[in-house]
């Protein structure tokens, strides 16, 4: 501890004859002083600290790099000057194809190294003769350049009568070769400097074009895998660092031949597409659940490389995206952008977004029930929506749908769809069984129908099923509305209409978050005919979703991004395009907005006749049978009488669920709107019934009366 030190101040006189100042005592703590750092601590920070700044790294790094591309240009050069005069590849090819087990290879390559060797044994003897040929040949070219020069300056001379014009061109030959020597002599030492200048120029674009260099030379947008081109000693060496031991010593015995594994690579979309072979001893279900580390190896992120398993035994497809394209938008909907596009239900397809490749993918809903799934933000409504939208584009098609959610995602339907249940509750719960159960009876009337009666296409679709299927609540019977049992109520109705509705074109439509056997029975999710799924969680959330064959086939929508991938669906449907060989296929689909949505709705009013959609109502309120009558009828000028009983089951089961012609006609008779026959069937003429309405006595005056 320092010692205080004493110090005596005096003040300074201000007048001339001032008082004596008292002496004043200050007590100023002795600061112990900054320790001095060496000058070699000093001098090693400053080498540090330039030693590691990112120029001089960068620097350190381009000379590295750029020496090793010359000298691994080199040996690149040198590799294949070795393999053009010595049968070194042959004898690889040989070894690759006992490897992978090929003998009708081997011994097409071992009989072109016999080829090659004879070939190369003819040369070599040829080049025995060859000086006493060069010398002969040099005599005797010389002489006949030396008798063709004198000959010429013979001509010469005679034409211009002087002898010494004889030896004229013989001159100026010799006077040109002595002008070549002088050049090659100003040229020689110049040359001595830039020819080996120019080759190792040489080698370096060999060295160069082939990143001959460890990764940590390379730029940094080519150790980021930014703009990597996928090679086959890429993809050799993203296989044998796969930790597979057999693939890896198979590599190795096959020496720089591995890439004869590798199909040709073919640009395929926004990415690359190889075919690999593997040897003997490696399963494709090996290189499946390597799916990250062979990304990785690749300089890929896990989600741009995809593996599916073609039809060749122990064969693996890999798909390698451009880096970063998969998070690129795809363009609008052909839906959006084509206002003259209409659909047809039994003949065309879906537009709905574009596959892995960047070709179109369109899918047939034609008799096809449907299951699409995923986590919740992830697309599925706008998918499901945008397969609605284009078959609404067929005016020949009936919806009846029901929304779990109740945000108003189908709110434009209304005025189209037949019935438009829009909720989360409870109580909408019921209302959307009592519609499939509608449907229901409504595809057991048309398999009453004569053999070959052809029916419109009717599509029950409700999303978010699993509120359905989750719902506690029981009916009078003590029926269950929701779960998986034999008694509950929408569980059954949705199998029933799986196990018949196709052939009557009566579908079931599913969108579902986060299956489960709870919230997606497997009875359900497996009747489904086209099923997709966005991003999942689990392998095994993949196989209820895709089913078995899907999964073990490369489909893995637990692999996609959440978040991310919104709107990429993994898809197994014979309704789609499918490579041959796989069992799904992933596609990124067209995001189509409400106001898309909204505008392309009211395109496919104006090709319909007026539709009233039917929304929930209270079932016990009393029922005005006219007046239910008149507002099933819409816009429309005239309904079939058929039509008009289904719309009244729908509106109110109890009230008019057993009604039938004779019923109908007895009422609208009583009011003076009988139904009439028009174009051979009967109808239902709306303006009947309005005037029917507006000639009805005022109760109060009937009551008078």
Same mark, same amino acid.
């Given at each position: 501890?320092?010692?205080?030190?004493?110090?005596?101040?005096?003040?300074?006189?201000?007048?001339?004859?001032?008082?004596?100042?008292?002496?004043?005592?200050?007590?100023?703590?002795?600061?112990?002083?900054?320790?001095?750092?060496?000058?070699?601590?000093?001098?090693?920070? #400053?080498?540090?600290?330039?030693?590691?700044?990112?120029?001089?790294?960068?620097?350190?790094?381009? /000379?590295?790099?750029?020496?090793?591309?010359?000298?691994?240009?080199?040996?690149?050069?040198?590799?294949?000057?070795?393999?053009?005069?010595?049968? #070194?590849?042959?004898?690889? @090819?040989?070894?690759?194809?006992?490897?992978?087990?090929?003998?009708?290879?081997?011994?097409?390559?071992?009989?072109?190294?016999?080829?090659?060797?004879?070939?190369?044994?003819?040369?070599?003897?040829?080049?025995?003769?060859?000086?006493?040929?060069?010398?002969?040949? =040099?005599?005797?070219?010389?002489?006949?350049?030396?008798?063709?020069?004198?000959?010429?300056?013979?001509?010469?001379?005679?034409?211009?009568?002087?002898?010494?014009? /004889?030896?004229?061109?013989?001159?100026?030959?010799?006077?040109?070769?002595?002008?070549?020597?002088?050049?090659?002599?100003?040229?020689?030492?110049?040359?001595?400097?830039?020819?080996?200048?120019?080759?190792?120029?040489?080698?370096?674009?060999?060295?160069?074009?082939?990143?001959?260099?460890?990764?940590?030379?390379?730029?940094?947008?080519?150790?980021?895998?930014?703009?990597?081109?996928?090679?086959?000693?890429?993809?050799?060496?993203?296989?044998?660092?796969?930790?597979?031991?057999?693939?890896?010593?198979?590599?190795?015995?096959?020496?720089?031949?591995?890439?004869?594994?590798?199909?040709?690579?073919? =640009?395929?979309?926004?990415?690359?597409?190889?075919?690999?072979?593997?040897?003997?001893?490696?399963?494709?279900?090996?290189?499946?659940?390597?799916?990250?580390?062979?990304?990785?190896?690749?300089?890929?992120?896990?989600?741009?490389?995809?593996?599916?398993?073609?039809?060749?035994?122990?064969?693996?497809?890999?798909?390698?995206?451009?880096?970063?394209?998969?998070?690129?938008?795809?363009?609008?909907?052909?839906? /959006?952008?084509?206002?003259? @596009?209409?659909?047809?239900?039994?003949?065309?397809?879906?537009?709905?977004?574009?596959?892995?490749?960047?070709?179109?993918?369109?899918?047939?809903?034609?008799?096809?029930?449907?299951?699409?799934?995923?986590?919740?933000?992830?697309?599925?409504?706008?998918?499901?929506?945008?397969? #609605?939208?284009?078959?609404?584009?067929?005016?020949?098609?009936?919806?009846? @749908?029901?929304?779990?959610?109740?945000?108003?995602?189908?709110?434009?339907?209304?005025?189209?769809?037949?019935?438009?249940?829009?909720?989360?509750?409870?109580?909408?719960?019921?209302?959307?069984?009592?519609?499939?159960?509608?449907?229901?009876?409504?595809?057991?009337?048309?398999?009453?129908?004569?053999?070959?009666?052809?029916?419109?296409?009717?599509?029950?679709?409700?999303?978010?099923?699993?509120?359905?299927?989750?719902?506690?609540?029981?009916?009078?019977?003590?029926?269950?509305?929701?779960?998986?049992?034999?008694?509950?109520?929408?569980?059954?109705?949705?199998?029933?209409?799986?196990?018949?509705?196709?052939?009557?074109?009566?579908?079931?439509?599913?969108?579902?978050?986060?299956?489960?056997?709870?919230?997606?029975?497997?009875?359900?999710?497996?009747?489904?005919?086209?099923?997709?799924?966005?991003?999942?969680?689990?392998?095994?959330?993949?196989?209820?979703?895709?089913?078995?064959?899907?999964?073990?086939?490369?489909?893995?929508?637990?692999?996609?991004?959440?978040?991310?991938?919104?709107?990429?669906?993994?898809?197994?449907?014979?309704?789609?395009?499918?490579?041959?060989?796989?069992?799904?296929?992933?596609?990124?689909?067209?995001?189509?907005?409400?106001?898309?949505?909204?505008?392309?709705?009211?395109?496919?009013?104006?090709?319909?006749?007026?539709?009233?959609?039917?929304?929930?109502?209270?079932?016990?309120?009393?029922?005005?049978?006219?007046?239910?009558?008149?507002?099933?009828?819409?816009?429309?000028?005239?309904?079939?009488?058929?039509?008009?009983?289904?719309?009244?089951?729908?509106?109110?089961?109890?009230?008019?669920?057993?009604?039938?012609?004779?019923?109908?006609?007895? /009422?609208?008779?009583?009011?003076?709107?009988?139904?009439?026959?028009?174009?051979?069937?009967?109808?239902?003429?709306?303006?009947?019934?309005?005037?029917?309405?507006?000639?009805?006595?005022?109760?109060?005056?009937?009551?008078?009366?």
């Amino acid at each position: 501890m320092s010692e205080n030190v004493v110090r005596l101040v005096k003040t300074p006189p201000t007048d001339p004859e001032p008082e004596p100042a008292p002496t004043v005592l200050t007590i100023v703590p002795d600061t112990p002083p900054t320790p001095l750092v060496p000058l070699w601590v000093r001098s090693g920070r #400053a080498v540090k600290q330039a030693v590691t700044h990112e120029n001089t790294t960068s620097a350190a790094r381009a /000379v590295a790099r750029h020496s090793l591309y010359t000298f691994n240009g080199g040996r690149i050069v040198a590799r294949r000057t070795w393999d053009g005069k010595t049968g #070194a590849r042959y004898e690889r @090819m040989i070894r690759t194809a006992e490897v992978a087990g090929n003998l009708e290879a081997a011994e097409e390559w071992e009989e072109r190294l016999q080829r090659f060797r004879q070939a190369r044994h003819h040369r070599r003897m040829d080049l025995l003769h060859s000086p006493v040929e060069a010398a002969k040949g =040099i005599v005797v070219g010389t002489g006949v350049s030396i008798g063709v020069l004198v000959a010429l300056g013979v001509v010469m001379a005679v034409n211009n009568h002087d002898v010494t014009d /004889v030896i004229t061109p013989l001159k100026a030959t010799i006077e040109f070769i002595a002008l070549l020597i002088r050049i090659v002599q100003v040229v020689w030492g110049p040359g001595l400097v830039v020819g080996p200048l120019l080759a190792l120029l040489g080698l370096w674009a060999v060295g160069s074009k082939q990143q001959a260099a460890p990764p940590w030379a390379l730029p940094a947008n080519v150790r980021n895998g930014e703009g990597e081109p996928i090679t086959p000693s890429i993809v050799v060496k993203a296989l044998r660092d796969l930790g597979v031991p057999a693939l890896r010593n198979a590599i190795k015995e096959m020496g720089d031949a591995g890439a004869s594994m590798l199909g040709p690579i073919r =640009i395929a979309g926004c990415g690359v597409e190889v075919d690999v072979t593997l040897p003997s001893g490696v399963s494709t279900i090996e290189v499946q659940q390597r799916r990250r580390k062979l990304a990785e190896n690749l300089t890929r992120h896990e989600h741009e490389v995809f593996i599916t398993i073609p039809e060749a035994a122990r064969t693996v497809r890999l798909w390698v995206a451009d880096s970063g394209a998969l998070d690129q938008p795809i363009g609008p909907s052909p839906l /959006v952008t084509d206002e003259t @596009m209409t659909a047809d239900y039994a003949k065309g397809k879906a537009p709905w977004g574009q596959d892995l490749r960047g070709d179109a993918a369109t899918l047939s809903v034609y008799q096809r029930h449907l299951l699409i799934t995923g986590l919740s933000n992830q697309g599925k409504t706008v998918a499901l929506r945008s397969l #609605a939208l284009w078959l609404a584009l067929d005016k020949s098609v009936q919806f009846l @749908m029901g929304d779990l959610k109740g945000l108003g995602d189908w709110a434009m339907f209304d005025g189209l769809a037949d019935t438009l249940i829009q909720g989360p509750t409870d109580e909408h719960v019921i209302q959307v069984t009592e519609m499939v159960e509608g449907a229901v009876d409504e595809m057991n009337r048309r398999m009453m129908a004569p053999p070959g009666t052809v029916f419109p296409a009717l599509i029950v679709l409700v999303d978010e099923a699993q509120v359905a299927f989750m719902c506690p609540v029981k009916d009078e019977d003590k029926r269950p509305y929701g779960g998986s049992k034999s008694n509950s109520r929408y569980f059954m109705a949705v199998r029933k209409i799986h196990n018949q509705g196709r052939a009557v074109n009566v579908l079931m439509w599913q969108g579902t978050q986060d299956p489960t056997d709870q919230n997606l029975p497997k009875l359900v999710r497996e009747g489904a005919h086209t099923r997709a799924s966005l991003a999942l969680g689990t392998e095994s959330q993949a196989r209820m979703a895709l089913g078995d064959k899907a999964v073990d086939g490369g489909a893995a929508p637990n692999l996609l991004r959440p978040g991310l991938d919104q709107g990429t669906l993994v898809v197994a449907s014979s309704g789609i395009d499918i490579p041959k060989g796989q069992s799904s296929i992933t596609v990124r689909t067209h995001y189509v907005d409400d106001d898309a949505a909204e505008a392309i709705i009211e395109r496919a009013k104006a090709l319909r006749d007026g539709v009233t959609t039917l929304h929930v109502i209270d079932a016990g309120e009393d029922r005005d049978p006219l007046a239910d009558i008149a507002g099933v009828l819409g816009d429309a000028p005239r309904v079939l009488t058929r039509d008009v009983l289904k719309r009244l089951t729908v509106l109110d089961e109890d009230a008019y669920g057993a009604w039938t012609n004779g019923d109908l006609k007895r /009422v609208l008779e009583a009011d003076g709107a009988e139904p009439y026959k028009s174009e051979g069937v009967m109808v239902v003429s709306r303006d009947r019934v309005l005037r029917a309405l507006a000639n009805r006595p005022d109760e109060d005056s009937a009551s008078v009366g």
